[in-house]
């Protein structure tokens, strides 16, 4: 069920059959006019200034909103493409995501800065993040979190799902994958969660929960529990963070306490980090 502030449900990750991404238009020419009309978008959304107004960082945030959908359409549409064996269409596709990859303005500000510290041109990496931070604040936060509470250290990784999204319709289906780790001396076990779930316009919503996956574990001294879940989403990048309620296991009436989830972003353009 969607709630009011716009934000979708939690749903499990679990195995379904991909359904066909359905065209409007249809067929080959449908594949290149909406092609087209994205690298549009794209052309149009890269060629404003930063001075606008509305969201977080004014237009610039809007426009790489803009951005962001287009590549989502455009990896949707190689996918379908390929699907349906039309792999001269495929290519060109693929041609079209190298090209707006090597020119979207966030991601070389990122590739520059990254080049930047292994050089250790810190003054040329500081002023590359003061632009990001300018053009797309969300950019600077990474698809993984890690944060260590009392010894239980949560390690969160998300990726976007192509097959399970629809752009055309602003439906963006991303998963994660959680690892806990109890690098403590004693018992613990997750009884509740809480995640607070913000969608790139801004909304928020907190969403709470027994356990994770239908299971309340016990996770012993020096070892770990991983499940894997997503998170449908309306706008083509956003953010989670949240806690795990935990309690130590090896005493009677012991108090909870909340184990952090620190930030990690929901993006269809993701970023560098290494797979968890």
């Known amino acids: 069920m969607q709630s009011p502030s716009g934000l979708k449900a939690f749903v499990d990750l679990n195995p379904r059959a991909r359904a066909c991404f359905s065209l409007r238009c249809g067929g080959r020419v449908g594949f290149r006019d909406l092609a087209r009309r994205n690298l549009q978008i794209v052309a149009c959304s890269s060629s404003k200034g930063g ?9 610039s945030s809007s426009s790489f909103a803009s951005r962001s959908h287009a590549y989502a359409l455009l990896k949707q549409q190689m996918e379908v493409a390929a699907k349906f ?12 995501l190298r090209l707006f ?3 979207e303005p966030v991601l070389r500000l990122r590739r520059a800065m990254k080049e930047a510290v292994a050089d ?6 500081a002023k590359y993040r003061d632009e990001l931070k300018l053009l797309a604040p969300h950019s600077l936060l990474k698809c993984s979190s890690d944060a260590t509470t009392l010894g239980i250290r949560v390690q969160v990784r998300s990726v976007y799902i192509e097959g399970r999204s629809q752009p055309s319709k602003g439906q963006y289906f991303f998963a994660y994958r959680i690892r806990i780790t109890n690098n403590s001396d004693r018992p613990v076990q997750l009884l509740r969660r809480h995640w607070i779930v913000t969608d790139a316009n801004g909304r928020t919503e907190n969403i709470w929960g027994i ?3 239908g299971e309340q574990p016990v996770i012993l001294p020096k070892t770990g529990f991983e499940y894997s879940s997503a998170c449908p989403l309306c706008t083509p990048s956003g ?3 949240g806690d795990f309620e935990m309690k130590h296991t090896d005493r009677i009436g012991t108090s909870t306490f909340n184990v952090a989830i620190a930030p990690f972003s929901l993006s269809v ?4 980090s290494d797979i968890m």
Not at 51 to 59: A, M, Q, R, S
Not at 269 to 272: A, E, T, V
């Open 51 to 59: 001075g606008g107004e509305g969201g977080e960082g004014g237009g």
């Open 120 to 125: 250790e041109r810190f003054e040329d990496a």
């Open 239 to 241: 953010r989670m963070e």
């Open 101 to 103: 990859e090597e020119e």
């Open 211 to 213: 356990g994770v996956i």
């Open 85 to 96: 064996e039309d792999y001269k269409e495929a290519a060109r596709l693929r041609d079209s």
């Open 269 to 272: 353009i993701g970023d560098d």
